[in-house]
């Protein structure tokens, strides 16, 4: 994913029309979903709509990530209103459903959401939406053992504001997962979290060192190679030269265009600039 894309991702889609979508493997009669994202203004009519269309139509008109397990995405919403704000539109359609949210900055937008399929969960604002969280001690099982990808992620998203001590901890297995989402979840938390909390600027830089040159996913690499660069010029310009030799096409197209945009920076800056 480039830095236009991944950017583009986690911001709101303008003015888009209406989305008509049926759920996967949902029959004829299945409800249609209506919603519209206007700028980031939503409007929905929606009767019985199964949440993970619902869900995923909001994802794509808004660039939110979105993700719902199969036990849960089949049930049903039924919402109206009319030019809501994005997060309370996106707040409405979970009600009473368990999630958890990562947000680009503390009080920033959300990015990401995960709707939980075992019972457990951590809304954003001390418990406003969904369940409370359970004991450290079971989030850092399930974020190591928990079956589905989409609950150990979630499980390490609730550690991380949580018990920043536990996340640490289980840190190293999460960037080794199984499952390369659960690998993004937390290269994400790595480089979103703010400094110190739990981790050093010095350590999110070197884990984001090691993403970029060793991950098995070729988009998780490039991904990284974007935040080092965003994060430090420096780090970022070593890592995107090593990743010239990448095996993957996409990733040493990646890193040509972030040494082209690093480059760009530092000429700009050393123009003197007329008085």
Known sequence: MSATSRSAAAGVAAALLVAL???AG???GAAPVRLIVAGEQV???LEGVPLGAAL????EQSGIQVHVPQ???GQPVSARFDDLPLEQALMRLLEGVSHIVLRDDPGGAPIRVWVLSSGHGMAPGAGAHGTSPPAAGS???DARHAPEPEDRSAALVALSAEDPAQFVAVLSDALNDRDPSVRETAMDLVAYSPEGQPLSR???LRLLTHIARSDGSAELRADALVLLADM???RGRAAALHARGDADAGVRTEAEAVLEELEAERSDAATPRRR
């Open 71 to 73: 036990a849960v995405a």
């Open 232 to 234: 430090d010029p420096e």
């Open 202 to 204: 010095d350590a999110k």
């Open 26 to 28: 949902a029959g004829d």
């Open 43 to 45: 409007s929905a009519h």
């Open 56 to 59: 995923q139509s909001l994802s």
């Open 21 to 23: 979508l049926h759920p």
């Open 139 to 141: 989030l850092a099982f």
